[in-house]
């Protein structure tokens, strides 16, 4: 049985390290103070609805040739996944058209750690996880394979070997539509081009990390970025310790559902 190994990483200005996720579990270190918490993510997180993420995207960018899908935090690739999986899923006999029009998806995360565990391209399941693809997808068999291979990543809270997880290999119809890069997302914002309100930003679960004024300048410039038509998608924990959903309003955005924001 082969094991994949990584390396750890240093997170520097951000006070910020080992930074993972439910079949992934890492600590997180809050503050200068070494207060620390658990975080976590997986496939189809349930702060959100998948099924109708998916249909609403295909509505909404329904006349428009080419969207720009750009995603930051996407952890070990779950979120990204999740994404591709729902909308193949909602778009049925037209697949191909969605995978030419959406894909791929760019995603930045600051952690190079668990930057290497996306680029691997395997992922650790828990039942939850299995449970989580069967409800959204018809046949979870279509977007993963078996694998000898064991997922380790540094400095898991848990190690595999303690838990019941199982490494599995993403197929090509999810590696191939996502690439993933090493950046901040604070400055990664600044960059961002919007041609035509085709642009689709995920930055879900992990505003909620950082101090208020950090999130509030975040969105200011997600604003100044983002033409009308164009969608900001974020998470539950955005919004446990600050209003994410005034703030939105307060620069320009429409809620059209839950954790989907429409720039006006």
């Known amino acids: ?9 240093n997170y520097g200005q951000f006070n910020r390290k080992n930074v993972a996720f439910k079949a992934n579990r890492r600590t997180y270190e809050q503050d200068a103070n070494d207060v620390s918490m658990g975080c976590y993510t997986g496939l189809f997180r349930s702060d959100i609805n998948w099924r109708m993420l998916g249909s609403y995207i295909l509505n909404h960018f329904k006349n428009k040739d080419k969207i ?5 935090a996407p952890s070990d690739g779950s979120e990204a996944y999740s994404t591709i999986i729902s909308l193949i899923e909602a778009a049925g006999d037209k697949k191909n058209q969605v995978l030419k029009k959406f894909f791929p998806i760019k995603a930045y995360d600051y952690d190079r750690e668990i930057l290497r565990a996306a680029k691997s391209g395997l992922i650790n399941l828990e039942q939850t996880d299995r449970m989580a693809m069967q409800m959204n997808c018809k046949d979870y068999q279509d977007y993963f ?7 380790y ?7 595999p070997a303690s838990r019941n997880t199982t490494t599995m290999k993403a197929k090509r119809v999810l590696t191939d539509n996502v690439s993933f890069f090493q950046a901040d997302m604070f400055l990664k914002v600044k960059e961002l081009k919007d041609d ?16 208020n004024d950090k999130i509030e300048k975040f969105i200011k410039d ?17 919004s446990v310790l600050f209003d994410v959903d005034s703030c939105l309003k307060k620069y320009g955005f429409e809620k059209v559902m839950d954790k989907v924001y429409k720039k006006t």
């Open 222 to 238: 997600v604003s100044a970025k983002l033409k009308s038509g164009s969608l900001f998608i974020v998470g539950a924990h955005d």
């Open 153 to 159: 990543i540094v400095n898991e809270e848990i190690s």
């Open 68 to 72: 720009n899908m750009v995603m930051f």
């Open 196 to 211: 035509d309100g085709n642009t689709i930003l995920m930055c879900r679960n992990a505003l909620g990390y950082f101090e």
């Open 1 to 9: 049985m082969n094991r994949i190994m990584y390396i750890d990483t």
């Open 145 to 151: 394979a078996e694998t000898d291979n064991v997922l």
